[in-house]
């Protein structure tokens, strides 16, 4: 079992505090390990007996009968008993799949005794009237597929170099279980296909009754096929509709709302600089993680600029950025990424061996005044000067960074 440390670290410091600890995330990015993970220090490390920690996978069979809140209430007050001043510790993985699950958590969390960790695949979790419940009594932790960094953990049994690893994990990407088979490509991609049929079929369709498939999949493959590029619900229904597919702005809208749902798609809005404020039309669409495109529509190396975006903006996620997309006038930022204080602009290009190419990702960010750090991020191997105080570098470095 490899520990996710970067996670760990995030969320020790609320262990043992009143507050409900909900990790969210895409199936099979490592959710259920993370949690056994939080079970296996608390035993170790805090020694906390197992007769007060109690963990429910809604994904095993075993705990199918808990449909609503009043199973869970039940089941749990079997398990660890009634009202009592010792601590007890709730692990519940896949939340979602209990019906008002939102009730008999708030009833636990107000006896407070209780330590509670909950897990989920839909980013609506916390978006119902229930959820209401635990306003302010929640903190969120969200988990993403593996990092560079984490990816190379998985594969230091090998002996290939970073730049070999690199475009395993632009081919791959980043989900944990695709170590299990080498990296043998029609394997791996058989297996993340398999996945993404289950989230669509279990987590989209089934979910939200949805009819039109044949739809749903050619509006989620056109996403696929243009990560990176701006859109407008419009822009897609017209799309849709010269491919003899009839459909109109609001369903384009619900159905692109329900893969985002399911942290397939994550949309970016864009940040006008000099207006400062979010504009409400065109935004971006990113993967989740990005070996579902190529599983869909195979790999082509010829979108690399798209699906280095793809890596990049997921990586700021990862280490807890806001990420917007740039307008400054007619031209565009690839990212604004903003923590707390902090702020970073980023442009992101294959290579830089053009002039051409150059002035355009630096001549935008030159007309930025203010003292934000800025960078160009490529594959360049020979990287040359900064330019104007804008930082170049290679994108493993700034995956590999701390």
């Not at 600029?305 to 006038?329: F, T």
């Amino acid at each position: 079992m490899f520990i996710r440390k970067n996670y760990l670290k995030k969320i020790q410091p609320f262990i043992d505090k009143p507050v409900i600890k909900i990790i969210t995330g895409m199936r099979r990015t490592g959710k259920s390990y993370f949690l056994r993970q939080l079970i296996n220090g608390l035993m170790k490390n805090q020694q906390v007996s197992e007769n007060h920690i109690l963990y429910i996978n809604k994904e095993s069979m075993a705990f199918d009968f808990i449909k609503d809140e009043q199973d869970l209430y039940h089941y749990v007050r079997s398990k660890l008993g009634g009202p009592s001043g010792e601590k007890k510790y709730l692990f519940i993985d896949e939340v979602q799949e209990i019906s008002g699950w939102e009730k008999a958590v708030t009833s636990f969390f107000g006896e407070g005794n209780f330590d509670i960790f909950i897990s989920g695949s839909n980013a609506h979790l916390l978006s119902s009237d229930l959820a209401t419940l635990l306003s302010g009594r929640y903190i969120e932790f969200p988990i993403y597929s593996l990092s560079f960094g984490e990816f190379l953990l998985f594969r230091a049994d090998t002996k290939g170099s970073d730049p070999d690893e690199f475009f395993n994990y632009l081919k791959y990407g980043g989900f944990p279980a695709i170590h299990h088979f080498g990296l043998e490509e029609e394997i791996t991609y058989q297996y993340v296909s398999a996945l993404y049929n289950t989230i669509l079929l279990k987590d989209v369709i089934k979910k939200n009754n949805i009819r039109n498939v044949t739809l749903l999949e050619n509006l989620a493959n056109y996403l696929f096929e243009n990560v990176g590029n701006l859109f407008s619900a419009r822009k897609i229904s017209a799309y849709l509709k010269s491919q003899r597919l009839s459909v109109g702005v609001e369903t384009v809208q619900n159905y692109i709302s329900y893969l985002c749902s399911t942290f397939v798609l994550h949309k970016v809005p864009r940040y006008d600089l000099k207006g400062k404020r979010i504009l409400e039309i065109q935004e971006k669409y990113y993967l989740g993680d990005i070996g579902i495109r190529h599983a869909v529509l195979g790999y082509r190396e010829a979108d690399i600029s798209g699906i280095l975006e793809n890596i990049v903006y997921l990586e700021l996620r990862r280490r807890g950025y806001k990420v917007y997309i740039g307008k400054w006038e007619d031209k565009e930022i690839d990212f604004i990424a903003i923590k707390s204080a902090e702020k970073i602009y980023i442009q992101v290009a294959y290579q830089l061996s053009s002039r051409e190419t150059r002035d355009r990702e630096f001549s935008t960010l030159a007309k930025i005044k203010d003292n934000y750090p800025k960078y160009v991020i490529s594959m360049d191997t020979a990287l040359g000067q900064d330019f104007n105080g804008i930082k170049r570098i290679h994108i493993i470095d700034f995956l590999l960074r701390p």
